[in-house]
């Protein structure tokens, strides 16, 4: 008898007393009375208490703040379908120069990736109340490898795409995507239980909420 | 769904690192005696455990959350087979592979084939306890394999040559300076003015492991969720070490134990909700990575799946234990249990420790596996881990349950009445009336006497000698509550010198009442 069938019949032989599966009782939040401003100040609330840095901007002025942030980085890397409004202009160096662009098609290497400095994406939804950050892998967003070697993170988040709590954000999720939840940057808390920001993901997540 | 047919089969147990080499008693009364772990374990569940209520009082509907959890996860198991199936299907649609492994040896021996397969000798993993659980890591180094472990606290056990603690926090157990001289000692290019501060100690095994995962072929994770409608797998972590592993080699090969499945995607909205907040106190882990198959042009080209029984199946056929496989592995149970927080997590000998592991590793391994039967006794069932749990797993009530099962068996197996058999039989004699109860409190005093000057019974005589072989019992008094109490208050209708309230002289009436009813 193969393994699988073998396991399947012990399984239904241990159920044989044919326990009935019941109801799930949902009386749980799903959905938050939050209006717009009142999501945008919890998702600051809880992204700095992970010691993320934040700023919320008029969509207008955020190509100017990644130029800022980006100005000590030697390199940085965009997904091919980053909103080509954020960086353009005189800061931002032509590809090839300062400037990478990785997609599913022309991937960086790895040891491409270990080479720069910061990383600029979009996301997909992000959770006020736990302060997470939902990438999905769409083209604003690229591939998972990107947003995870380099040591610097800068995460535009549209207003329009905050969340209340979790259960609505997971509601607007394609499950099948690629995803990635990020609450804060990486972190480790394995020696004395002391908090130590950036072990092996990115050191330093930026975040500019986009109004 | 398909209706079993077959015979009933008898349960098969699990195998690899579910047994202690010894009883907890024994390993309990050495751990004891390590005064620095005690003071480390102390300093870390108070930690986590205070940070946890904090978050979870956050939560208004923290309650129905609990009930949707368990809820979810009874269901699970009522409807395993179909699930599994659900899940099998949906994820080999999407390019994965799934295997299936009876026990440990089975599961060993897959992975490491798969891993030959690529040709590759080392391989970074991502803590997890199924992995730990079939010892897959010394199976891989006998077959010239090397497995590096990347969670800095798996990392720090694996320098040391040691074994985790703690299911969440493995290295609980040492301080930071230990772990500075673990990593002078251990890692290869330490730097010698490396300091005791955990930034520092952190920098340092991302260097040391960076290499390690910009190279890897071929990586080994466990999953914490499977959602069956989707076929999607889900890893919780917060270091990016879980991510590194997940998405840069070309190979990834998952081990899980099949009562990890949820039925849907929106089961997802509850158990990332419980989670992080039992685990390790905080909203929501640093990252979560979910993948379902193999995504073009994202993440490993091979993407495989060991569906782990190793005993599961028995746990499952017991129906009162079989809720202990709800376990979400949040922790939340260790850190609140008095026991564990006192005899740290090597005492259980499993790679489950703790009041989960006091029920789980018996249900994985029968009862009678004598290395395992002692653990239900190791809790003083206070209920503090029931409480904690996320999911609700009445751990108490499976304790006392298995604790009957023991003594069935143990009765099974011999024909003469056990001193325990003797001391209940007398003990109920004793308890089921006031008269006697007070008559054989009359030789208290007995005990004063074996205590000795210092008040303190080092040593109790046959079966009870298990209990003084850890700690000490103080003499018992000099009269009983119930002298005591007739002397201060010389009964309500004598109206002794301190009047008795209302209440008391219910209860002596009460008392009278017994001792008639029992006809004494
Ligand atoms: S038994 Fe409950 S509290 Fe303990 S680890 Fe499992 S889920 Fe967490």
Redesign the interface.
């Known amino acids: 008898m193969?393994?699988?069938e073998?396991?399947?019949?012990?399984?239904?032989?241990?159920?044989?007393?044919a326990?009935?599966?019941?109801?799930?009782?949902?009386?749980?939040?799903?959905s938050s009375e939050l209006d717009h401003d009142a999501l945008i100040h919890l998702l600051v609330d809880?992204l700095v208490d992970?010691k993320a840095r934040v700023c919320v901007l008029d969509a207008a002025e955020v190509p100017e703040r990644i130029a800022e942030l980006l100005a000590d980085a030697r390199s940085y890397v965009i997904p091919a379908g980053l909103d080509p409004d954020w960086t353009a202009g005189p800061h931002f160096a032509p590809d090839g120069d300062r400037r990478r662009v990785d997609s599913?098609?022309a991937?960086l290497t790895?040891?491409e990736l270990?080479g720069v400095d910061a990383v600029v994406t979009g996301s997909a939804v992000a959770?006020a109340?736990?302060?997470?950050i939902i990438l999905d892998?769409s083209p604003n967003q690229g591939?998972?490898?990107i947003s995870?070697?380099p040591d610097y993170h800068i995460c535009v988040v549209n207003a329009a795409d905050i969340a209340g709590i979790?259960?609505e954000a997971?509601?607007r999720i394609d499950?099948?995507?690629?995803?990635?939840?990020?609450?804060?940057?990486?972190?480790?808390?394995?020696?004395?239980?002391?908090r130590?920001e950036?072990?092996?993901?990115?050191r330093i997540l930026d975040v500019i909420i986009a109004r | 769904m398909s209706t079993?047919l077959?015979m009933?089969?008898l349960?098969?147990f699990g195998t690899g690192n579910l047994h202690a080499a010894e009883s907890f008693p024994t390993a309990a009364h050495r751990e004891l005696g390590n005064a620095q772990l005690r003071a480390?374990l102390g300093?870390?569940t108070h930690?986590?455990r205070d940070k946890r209520l904090q978050v979870v009082s956050e939560l208004?509907?923290w309650e129905?959350?609990r009930?949707?959890g368990s809820?979810?996860k009874?269901?699970v198991?009522?409807?395993?087979?179909e699930l599994?199936?659900q899940f099998e299907q949906n994820f080999t649609a999407?390019g994965g592979v799934i295997?299936?492994?009876?026990d440990a040896g089975?599961a060993n021996d897959i992975v490491a084939g798969l891993i030959r397969d690529t040709g590759e000798t080392e391989v970074v993993k991502v803590k997890s306890m199924a992995t730990q659980e079939i010892g897959l890591n010394e199976y891989l180094e006998e077959q010239g394999i090397t497995a590096f472990e990347?969670?800095?606290?798996e990392l720090?056990v694996q320098l040391d040559h040691d074994k985790p603690s703690h299911i969440l926090?493995p290295?609980i157990h040492k301080?930071?300076t230990e772990?500075r001289d673990i990593f002078l000692r251990e890692m290869p290019g330490a730097d010698p003015a490396l300091t005791d501060n955990?930034?520092v100690?952190?920098m340092a095994?991302?260097a040391h492991?960076?290499r390690k995962?910009?190279?890897a072929k071929v990586a080994v994770s466990g999953a914490n969720f499977a959602?069956a409608d989707?076929?999607?797998l889900a890893v919780v972590e917060?270091?990016?070490?879980g991510?590194?592993c997940l998405?840069?080699p070309e190979t990834l090969i998952t081990v899980m134990g099949?009562e990890k499945l949820l039925p849907t995607?929106?089961?997802?909205?509850?158990f990332?909700?419980l989670l992080?907040r039992s685990s390790?106190g905080?909203?929501?882990?640093?990252?979560?990575?979910?993948?379902?198959g193999v995504?073009?042009?994202?993440?490993p080209r091979n993407v495989h799946l060991v569906?782990l029984?190793n005993g599961r199946?028995?746990a499952?056929?017991d129906?009162m234990g079989?809720s202990a496989l709800h376990c979400i592995r949040c922790s939340a149970c260790m850190n609140v249990c008095p026991v564990y927080e006192r005899t740290g997590g090597h005492a259980y000998g499993s790679t489950y420790p703790g009041p989960i592991g006091a029920i789980l590793s018996p249900l994985l391994t029968g009862i009678e596996s004598e290395e395992n039967s002692s653990l239900p006794y190791a809790s003083s069932l206070c209920g503090a881990c029931y409480d904690a749990c996320p999911v609700k797993i009445n751990i108490p009530d499976i304790l006392v349950h298995l604790r009957s099962v023991d003594v069935d068996s143990k009765r099974g197996k011999k024909k003469l009445p056990s001193q325990m058999d003797v001391g209940m039989k007398a003990a109920s004699w004793a308890l089921s009336s006031g008269k006697r109860l007070g008559l054989v409190e009359k030789g208290l005093p007995l005990g004063r006497l074996a205590a000795g000057p210092d008040h303190k019974i080092t040593k109790l005589p046959g079966i009870a000698a298990g209990w003084t072989q850890s700690r000490d019992i103080p003499a018992p008094p000099q009269k009983s509550f119930r002298d005591w109490w007739a002397k201060e208050h010389h009964g309500p209708e004598t109206g002794g010198t301190n009047a008795p309230a209302r209440g008391t002289a219910r209860a002596d009436a009460h008392l009278n009442a017994q001792d008639k009813e029992d006809g004494a």
């Open positions: 193969s393994a699988r073998d396991i399947l019949g012990r399984i239904r032989s241990a159920l044989r007393d326990p009935v599966a019941p109801q799930i009782p949902r009386a749980y939040r799903t809880r992970y599913v098609s991937p790895v040891a270990d959770v109340e736990t302060g997470t892998g591939r998972r490898a995870l070697v979790l259960p997971l509601r499950g099948t995507r690629p995803l990635t939840m990020i609450s804060g940057p990486s972190a480790t808390s394995d020696i004395e239980l002391e130590v950036g072990v092996h993901g990115p | 079993f077959g009933p089969s349960p098969v480390n300093h870390a930690t986590i208004p509907d129905q959350l009930d949707a809820a979810i009874e269901s198991m009522a409807r395993l087979p599994l199936e999407r295997h299936w492994a009876r089975e990347t969670d800095l606290a720090i926090v290295a301080n930071r772990i955990p930034a100690l952190a095994a991302r492991l960076r995962f910009l190279t959602l989707s076929g999607t917060s270091e990016g070490n991510r590194m998405t840069l099949v995607w929106q089961d997802l909205e509850v990332m909700q992080p390790t905080e909203r929501m882990n640093p990252y979560t990575s979910l993948w379902t995504t073009d042009g994202d993440g569906l029984d199946s028995a499952l056929a129906e079989r």
